[in-house]
């Protein structure tokens, strides 16, 4: 995690273990709180795709648990990985999110 002045970017890389990327979530929860912060930016250009759909679902219900009030959440990863689900069910329950294939749209998206 990196405070760059105004967001807090933080790299998530390896499998995708959702409890393990929860732990990530909260440990960016609380740098932001921490860092007075309520824009985050994901990398997750290293994190490798999900085994099973079910595990973008609960990625997103982990966001939603995490990122209501007031934060605003980018991420970008490889296109390829791309299909929305995680984001959807986080933004159908409030969250303020986007998820895209560069660090330039996700960032021009963040601090719009």
Same mark, same amino acid.
């Given at each position: 995690?990196?405070?760059r ?14 409890e393990e990327?929860?732990?990530?979530? +909260?440990? =960016?929860?609380e740098?932001?709180?921490? !860092?007075?912060? /309520?824009?985050?930016?994901?990398? %997750?250009?290293?994190l ?6 079910f595990?973008r679902?609960?990625?997103?219900m982990?966001?939603a648990k ?5 934060f605003? +959440?980018? =991420? ?5 990985? !791309?299909n929305? /689900?995680?984001?959807?069910?986080? %933004? ?21």
């Amino acid at each position: 995690m990196e405070d760059r002045g105004g967001y807090l970017y933080i790299r998530i890389s390896g499998d995708y273990v959702v409890e393990e990327i929860r732990r990530h979530l +909260v440990d =960016a929860r609380e740098e932001a709180e921490r !860092i007075g912060t /309520f824009l985050l930016l994901f990398d %997750a250009m290293d994190l490798a795709a999900p085994k099973q759909e079910f595990d973008r679902f609960a990625l997103g219900m982990e966001l939603a648990k995490l990122f209501l009030q007031g934060f605003r +959440v980018a =991420a970008f990863c490889p296109t390829y990985m !791309i299909n929305k /689900f995680t984001e959807d069910t986080a %933004a159908n329950r409030g969250v303020t999110i986007h998820v895209c294939g560069s660090e330039e749209e996700a960032l021009r998206w963040l601090l719009s």
